[in-house]
């Protein structure tokens, strides 16, 4: 039997194909983790309209309690800018806006619209 000769072309392209591969997963995963902050800042901001919508308003203590879990999920630098803060009757329009920024400088705003049922 002969020993055939090897082509390194071939050997350079699987390895710069495995790090492109790499790459993409990396990522991929960093990505991944962004959406999944997102996802829980509007679950809480969720959890937050529905209080709201009993209440009236976004009172003090819910936004010390909001501000606690934005910040538990990675949220920094939080605005409530445009946000109910003061009584409202039945039936009116409440908001919650947020602005602010995720742990990697990703800025984002989430806005609830409801109407207070207290």
Known sequence: MKREKGNVGEL???GICLLAMTVVML???ENAGLIQQKTQVS?????YI???ETVGMLSNADRA???GELEAAGAEKLKFDGTTLSQVNYGEEIVLRI???LS???A???KRVSTAKH
């Open 65 to 67: 309690a909001l501000c």
């Open 27 to 29: 990522v991929y995963i």
């Open 108 to 110: 984002f705003t989430e």
């Open 104 to 106: 990697n400088g990703y």
């Open 99 to 101: 602005q602010g920024e």
């Open 43 to 47: 679950q809480i901001a969720r959890k």
């Open 50 to 52: 529905l209080r709201m």
């Open 12 to 14: 350079i392209t699987s």
